[in-house]
């Protein structure tokens, strides 16, 4: 009996203009959104290659033993799921200036195209999260108040089939449907992207796109249930595209924006500034502090080359020091930033679509997450590096103590060349694919439990739906 | 009058319909609540802007308070005098580019780096989904609305029998179509003007907004060019219904003009005009100009070396040259990326969504404008900063020892003749004429679909 129902359902989604219209939309906007997003990636890779080739050549070309301290800039890997998902940057590469002592010099994004920022990229997400989800309303809406309109739900539960079977047969014709187009689009577009030779696939891409499908599917058939819910309580058709395009307008263009806002008001985070300033204070501190210390030594011994191994180590002690207080500085603002982000990620999820949106982010590594990884990897590097540095000038610092502080050019002339080409390499890995599955499951549980509330309130409904 | 007759008719049904109840609920809290976060965030920001600049007056008196004048001049000139930028008041009605460009620009350097902190130091969900301002709530919800509104106004009265009786009176059609038009259409902005004015009302008296004329007038201009947007979409809307004979079938086509129209056209066009007219990254660029940098040092080098007479000229004619090659690079950077930025607007501009979007941020002063103004300002800024420094020791006042620099006068800081940071916006007359374009394309837009859903009209079977 279920089977039958199934195929009328979908006999009936199959030849309706929105079955038509669904196709259309996907196969255009999904084509069109891989050939565009995979062209872009690359010419991404070429930069990036050109990027590489370009920084390796300016550290060859150092001579200066002290131009090891200028630190040196490193380029972000590119990450193939951009093609699929977007992310949080506008642009797919970056270098990043790393120097010793943790500083790190993002690039600022203002020189470039100023259109780009004003427009959301069509991404997977986009398309899912808001396009094909809008397409899920029209294919739910009606399913139960239109039927009931026409007076076809009358003739159809004058048979003995109970109306449980009905609704759930109304559910898989009328989704099958729905995701028909989606799937055939989806794999179009993928296969397009695979044309393109800038692209190579691995295993971990390959599991990320198979999750990243399923969490679509998931997605989806929660809108889909909500369509049905919304049917099975409305009398008309009309009635009920108007309520759930009403609320569809509410938890998916609306509160997902909104909530970050609205919690910034209730968690505020200190401003850059403010920060800036108290990192500043300290160091304009140890500055002092190393002014009067070498005031004081040279008044104690009596002269003005007092730079020794035992300064430069009480030096070394004071630095450290006062980069403990501006790393708990540091800490402290993260862990309110964090903070704030979790109540806002909280309040977004009341929406699926923030459920779905974040759990993309992350399947494709281009989510927050992924974000305090790279930046943790590039203070290590900056560390490594620091090491690397004092290596290198261990032999210049040597010289420079025994001689109090005074190089003659002479003494200088032998650390006019030196070889930076066994510097250390940025090494850098995007998540494995286990961990980024890991990192989702309470969204996917979330988004879970909408399918089970929709479906359920829209079978107590549809129990309880007059027919007359 | 027989149209005023209709319109009234048509103004109660639709006052009277749950649809109007719903959307009316909807579009006040949205437009009101959308005043209200993004009328505080501009609080936060002034208040930050306001905090930066007591920053740089204390800076001042600390400086200023250095006894020594050595000692001060030595600590002037090594100090960082940064600049603010005071944010966009209206970017409360359109963020537009406001939050991508830097708060603080360092006097030290022309390139704008951000710490770690910077990039970490933020609440990143504010990028993943778009800022819901007031031109977010216009262009993208309440051109659905006006769809949802009037898609069944032809075809829903055909489907119910009562659009039959209505023309079986002797009333010209256009007479209907024009009632239906303006009723309806009456019966949308009305709630979006009450919520609008509730929400600058709210701006004014919470102090977000200050009430300088200027940004009034704007504010007015910002509201009518939305009313504007609302009718293209209205008209189409009309047109959908007249073009179509059940409403079921209105409603999906709506659906889909709104999709491709709104959601895809304009948001792939800045990037497939990125890869139709590519531009190399400004890091290519500065490592171009490094390598001609360092080409021009080793030549001069390489002069010095020889020490022969009439050399200063030809190490003159060498910086020259690489200056001009600097010239050139900029130039060709800038023109390449000017056709970029017109192809990605004229492209996006097929959408009435973008038109809107320009006009809009335009009038605010956040839009893809801003970004020059803001090149523009750095580029005098750091220039200014160079200048007075360089001033500092051709007027005379400093002499060059071995110990370091020696000041004659003692009181030769002058705090205000440090130069400031300040972005020049265009008057409101200037940001109007660049705006007209669009606000004209979105009224052939609206000419356009009321024409067609007349024509369609016309000859609209009614049985």
Redesign the interface.
Same mark, same amino acid.
């Given at each position: 009996m279920l089977l039958h129902i199934v195929r009328k359902e979908l006999l009936d989604q199959l030849r309706s203009l929105r079955f038509a219209i669904a196709c259309a939309v996907c196969l255009l906007v999904m084509l069109l959104s891989s050939v565009v997003l995979t062209r872009d990636y690359g010419e991404a890779l070429s930069t990036y290659n050109m990027n590489r080739v370009m920084h390796r050549n300016e550290l060859e070309q150092r001579t200066q033993i002290w131009s090891v301290n200028e630190g040196i800039t490193v380029d972000r890997p590119l990450n193939l799921m951009n093609t699929m998902v977007r992310g949080l940057s506008q642009e797919l590469t970056e270098s990043v200036k790393i120097q010793p002592g943790n500083r790190l010099d993002f690039p600022e994004s203002w020189e470039g195209n100023p259109v780009l920022p004003l427009f959301p990229a069509v991404d997977f997400v986009f398309i899912v999260g808001v396009i094909v989800s809008l397409l899920a309303l029209a294919f739910g809406y009606d399913a139960i108040s239109g039927e009931a309109e026409s007076g076809v739900l009358k003739l159809l539960l004058s048979y003995s089939v109970p109306r449980d079977l009905v609704l759930l047969g109304k559910w898989i014709g009328g989704f099958l449907a729905l995701i028909a187009p989606f799937t055939v689009s989806f794999l179009l577009a993928l296969l397009l992207m695979l044309l393109f030779p800038e692209v190579e696939s691995d295993l971990d891409a390959s599991l990320s796109l198979l999750a990243l499908f399923c969490l679509a599917l998931l997605y989806l058939a929660a809108i889909f249930s909500l369509g049905l819910f919304i049917s099975s309580r409305t009398r008309l058709a009309s009635t009920s595209i108007t309520v759930l395009l009403l609320l569809w307008v509410a938890f998916v263009l609306a509160l997902p924006n909104m909530a970050p806002y609205a919690v910034s008001q209730i968690v505020p985070i200190p401003s850059q500034e403010s920060v800036r300033r108290e990192k500043a204070a300290i160091r304009q501190e140890w500055s002092e502090r190393i002014q009067t210390t070498w005031r004081e030594e040279q008044e104690k011994q009596e002269r003005d080359d007092v730079y020794d191994d035992a300064l430069r180590q009480r030096f070394d002690d004071m630095r450290l020091e006062m980069e403990a207080e501006v790393q708990k500085i540091s800490d402290n603002q993260t862990a309110q930033v964090r903070h704030q982000m979790r109540w806002s990620a909280f309040i977004a999820r009341i929406s699926p679509m923030t459920s779905f949106t974040l759990a993309s982010l992350d399947l494709a590594a281009a989510g927050i997450t992924q974000e305090e990884r790279y930046v943790d990897a590039l203070q290590a590097f900056s560390e490594k590096w620091g090491v690397y540095a004092e290596e290198k000038q261990a032999d210049f610092r040597r010289v420079m103590a025994e001689n109090r502080g005074r190089m003659t050019p002479e003494l200088m002339e032998q650390f006019n060349h030196v070889d930076l080409s066994d510097a250390p390499q940025f090494q850098f890995s995007h998540m494995p694919v286990g961990d980024r599955l890991t990192l989702i499951y309470p969204d996917v549980l979330l988004l879970v439990l909408w399918n089970v509330i929709f479906f359920m309130g829209a079978w107590l409904s549809f129990v309880r739906y007059d027919v007359q | 009058m027989l149209l005023l007759r209709i319109i009234r008719k048509e103004i109660v049904h639709n006052v009277l319909s !749950?649809?109007f109840a719903?959307?009316y609920v909807?579009l006040f809290t949205?437009v009101v $609540?959308?005043m209200f976060?993004?009328g505080?965030?501009h609080r936060?920001k002034v208040d930050?802007y306001i905090?930066?600049e007591a920053?740089f007056a204390s800076l001042m008196d600390e400086l200023a308070a250095i006894p020594d004048a050595n000692e001060q001049f030595q600590k002037v000139t090594q100090a960082d005098l940064p600049g603010a930028r005071a944010p966009r008041p209206l970017a409360i009605l359109a963020r537009?580019?406001e939050g991508?460009?830097?708060?603080?620009v360092s006097s030290r350097s022309r !390139?704008?780096?951000?710490?770690?902190?910077?990039?970490?130091?933020?609440? $990143?969900?504010?990028?993943? !989904?778009?800022?819901?301002d007031f031109a977010?709530v216009v262009n993208?919800?309440l051109s659905?609305?006006a769809l949802?509104f009037v898609f069944?106004s032809i075809c829903?009265e055909k489907e119910q029998g009562t659009l039959k009786i209505l023309l079986s009176n002797s009333i010209p059609r256009d007479t209907v179509l024009l009632a239906k038009w303006i009723g309806g259409y009456l019966s949308i902005a009305t709630p979006f003007l009450v919520a609008t004015l509730g929400g600058f009302v709210y701006l004014s008296v919470s102090g977000a907004l200050e009430l300088r004329p200027d940004d009034v007038v704007r504010f007015a201009l910002i509201t009518t060019i939305s009313l504007l947007y609302v009718a293209v979409f209205f008209s189409l809307g009309l047109f959908i219904s007249t073009a179509t004979h059940r409403?079921?079938?209105a409603?999906?086509?709506s659906?889909?003009v709104w999709?491709?129209w709104i959601?895809?056209v304009?948001?792939?066009?800045?990037?497939?005009?990125?890869?139709v007219a590519?531009?190399p990254?400004?890091?290519?660029i500065d490592?171009e100009q490094q390598a001609i940098d360092r080409e021009a040092q080793l030549l001069q080098d390489s002069i010095r070396e020889r020490k022969v007479y009439g050399d200063q000229e030809e190490s003159e004619r060498i910086q020259q040259d690489a200056e001009r090659k600097r010239r050139k690079l900029d130039q060709f950077y800038n023109d390449r990326?000017t056709r970029? $930025?017109s192809f990605?607007?004229g492209l996006?501009r097929l959408s009435p969504s973008?038109s809107y979007?320009f006009a809009v941020?335009r009038l605010a002063g956040t839009?893809? $404008?801003?970004?020059?103004r !803001?090149?523009d300002a750095n580029d005098r800024f750091q220039k200014a900063q160079d200048d007075w420094r360089k001033d500092l020791y051709r007027s005379g006042n400093v002499e060059a020892t071995r110990t370091g620099p020696q000041v004659k006068d003692k009181d030769w800081f002058d705090p205000d003749s440090i130069p400031r940071f300040q972005i020049y916006s265009e008057s409101t007359g200037q940001a109007i004429d660049a705006a007209m374009f669009d606000i004209l394309l979105l009224v052939v837009f609206a000419v356009l679909f009321f024409m067609l859903s007349f024509a369609f009209f016309l000859r609209y079977d009614v049985t």
């Open positions: - | !749950f649809r719903v959307t909807l949205l $609540v959308s976060l993004m505080s965030q936060t930050e905090q930066a920053q537009g580019l991508s460009l830097p708060t603080q !390139f704008d780096v951000k710490s770690s902190d910077a990039r970490l130091g933020r609440n $990143v969900l504010f990028d993943v !989904f778009q800022t819901p977010y993208i919800v659905l609305l949802l069944d829903g409403g079921s079938t409603l999906l086509l659906l889909l999709i491709v959601l895809v304009p948001n792939l066009a800045p990037i497939t005009a990125r890869l590519p531009v990254s400004r890091q290519v490592a990326m970029q $930025v990605s607007q996006a973008a979007l941020t839009g893809p $404008v801003l970004f020059d !803001f090149r």
